[in-house]
């Protein structure tokens, strides 16, 4: 099993830490919700360990934002904001395209959302719906309508810019 | 049996590759005689396309998966730490006390040089007037072909102060005669001077190989791990070891051991900065500035 587990690290610790990167936006953040999911794996040893990772890993992601939200409450009044440093150009971009993104991402439901996600990691169909607990005929359902509405929502945040700056 | 049209899900499905066969084989068949499904295929795939484009504009910057440990969840393994282990623990308080004192100049006892050789010769001049005896006829007379013996006298210093430099043949003459054979020198080097009072216990003892010192005590010496070590005995007869360990320049451990059967070995404690304990039948004893404090607490690890 840890052998198995050792090249399900190799082949799926990118995808997964992508998976939670789309959930709490922060590397580091998902890199240790990533380490983590991979460490319970070693001790749970589930039966199909990639599905059960990207399960457990939402499932941290989601504590995870709870807490955060939490901590956000309680610091608000802390709160300063940092001298945003002058950056470079294309850095600027690529941020506005990742916060836009993340937009449109939040305006999927909590289940098309975690479907496409789940697609976006590498999971197959059947192992989608295991993990979900859809019939397998509902993830391209569900995965039509997810994607569809990520491409609207995200041209709809544009739009929105556009007409915000005149 | 007709199909009227395929619904996005299918087509979904189909441009991912999960489609099974059988419903694959159906799909294409209608694909083939429904151009307006055609065109909504390539809307489906361009939307596929633009979805995966999105994501990967929300896609972290890219980073070297960490090794995988397959160890990381459990509790690390209770650690049996070797019996020395507390005291190579210490040795490092030991090493830290001694650096704050080497900083504040007030070394009490010799500081390691690199010209070693020179602080010694240095040092004999003011040794010799330190010393109110006046030269022996017998010394002054042996002066000549013991000054050949300078170099090697000059060495028992580098031994005294933790090096390993094996030197059986070493006797209070000789330090006379290096006295007369050193150029007399004027700026006396006090710190080196001092290391006089330091030396009579060292300088009675010479170096034996570690294998004779195990043979000695009947089992390994005890030593500070990962420390050079020199081990001494004050004469074939004498069944007492000296480990002698250098923790820093002017930091020195010697551990007194013998054959557990023959007791605690009962030596004096010497100067003021040599501190000696004895755990069992162990004798340690640091030489260097450190704490009374600090050598309890390394003791009671010892034991």
Redesign the interface.
Known sequence: M?ED??EI??ST??AL??FL??KVWD?ER??DLA?EA???A??HKPESARGWLFVVAANMARDDARRAARERRHLTLLKSDPASAPAVDEAVH?ET??S???T??EQLTPRDREV??L??AGL??DEIATQTGLAR????????????R??EA?AAGEQDEHIARG | MSISHVDDGQLHAYLDGELPQAEQWRLEAHLGECPACRGRLEEQRALIARASELLALATPPARDAPPFRPAMAQPPPPVRWPARQPLAWAATVVLALAAGWYLRGESPSAPVRPDRRAAAANAAAPRETARTVPPSPRQTAETKTLAQQAPSAAQHDQMISGSAVPNPQITPLDQAARAKAAPPAPAPAPAAALAAPAAPLAARWETIPWDTARAILGVEPVRIPNLPAVAKRSSAADRVVLVEQQLASGTVVRLQERPAAEGAPGMEVGASERLARYVGNLRVEIEGALPADSLSKLLELVR
Do not use: M, N
């Open positions: 840890p587990l050792a690290y190799r610790f990118p830490v992508r990167y789309r590397v998902a890199e380490q991979f460490a319970r070693v001790v690529a395209e990742r836009r993104v993340r449109a991402l496409l996600l697609w976006d197959s169909y005929g509902a993830v391209g359902t569900t995965l039509a309508r997810a994607r569809r990520l491409v995200f």
